[in-house]
T-cell receptor
Framework: DAGVIQSPRHEVTEMGQEVTLRCKPI?????LFWYRQTMMRGLELLIY????????DSGMPEDRFSAKMPNASFSTLKIQPSEPRDSAVYFC??????????????FGDGTRLSIL | GDSVTQMEGPVTLSEEAFLTINCTYT??????LFWYVQYPGEGLQLLLK?????DKGSNKGFEATYRKETTSFHLEKGSVQVSDSAVYFC??????????FGKGTKLSVKP
């Protein structure tokens, strides 16, 4: 079975540029999560969707960050304009059922983002 | 608010040594508890979980017991292998349904 697929695996760009990260959840999963991982702050939940609807975006750091889920099989996380402090590994995860249930979250391999 | 505290690493062990990684939590009620493992260059993978007090989660020789008296979920393995070298994350299911992770503990096992 295909797992959670993220693209690109690596992204290097200059500050001020728009960055778009992509995620394809596991087929049949209806909850999707975006996380950011840094050495300083560890793993932080940015936003999660249930049935394509954003449920909790309180972790989104600022207005430069936005996320969409136009359908059950695709989500994007966009940063515009990007800044060097946005450099991190961004993970997408998906699960079946409500986030409050006991189903585990399945993680993609992440996108390593470097903003110069 | 809900939080997870796990021992800081890195932890360096010789092959076949006993492993303990401590994890304690603060939460309202009795949340589900998880251990995730992250191998180099990969995303997190669920290692084991426990959904209620006194439950023991186990997988690949790893175990953790949900202790509500001590609000702990320590990870143990009797004999580690080089292939266990990874970063281990303790997590709880928060009141909003999201996962709340500890900072992670890096384990290095030497042959």
């Amino acid at each position: 079975d295909a797992g959670v697929i993220q693209s690109p695996r690596h992204e290097v760009t200059e500050m001020g540029q728009e960055v778009t990260l992509r995620c394809k959840p596991i087929s049949g999963h209806n909850s999707l999560f975006w996380y950011r991982q840094t050495m300083m702050r560890g793993l932080e939940l940015l936003i999660y969707f249930n049935n394509n609807v954003p449920i909790d975006d309180s972790g989104m750091p600022e207005d430069r960050f936005s996320a969409k889920m136009p359908n059950a099989s695709f989500s994007t996380l966009k940063i515009q304009p990007s800044e060097p402090r946005d450099s991190a590994v961004y993970f997408c995860a998906s699960s079946f059922g409500l986030a409050s249930g006991n189903q585990p979250q399945h993680f993609g391999d992440g996108t390593r983002l470097s903003i110069l | 608010g809900d939080s997870v505290t796990q021992m800081e690493g890195p932890v360096t062990l010789s092959e076949e040594a006993f492993l303990t990684i401590n994890c304690t939590y603060t939460a309202t009620g009795y949340p589900s508890l998880f251990w995730y493992v992250q191998y180099p260059g990969e995303g997190l993978q669920l290692l084991l979980k426990a959904t209620k007090a006194d439950d023991k989660g186990s997988n690949k020789g790893f175990e953790a017991t949900y202790r509500k008296e001590t609000t702990s979920f320590h990870l143990e393995k009797g004999s580690v292998q080089v292939s266990d070298s990874a970063v281990y994350f303790c997590a709880l299911r928060g009141s909003q349904g999201n996962l709340i992770f500890g900072k992670g503990t890096k384990l290095s096992v030497k042959p």
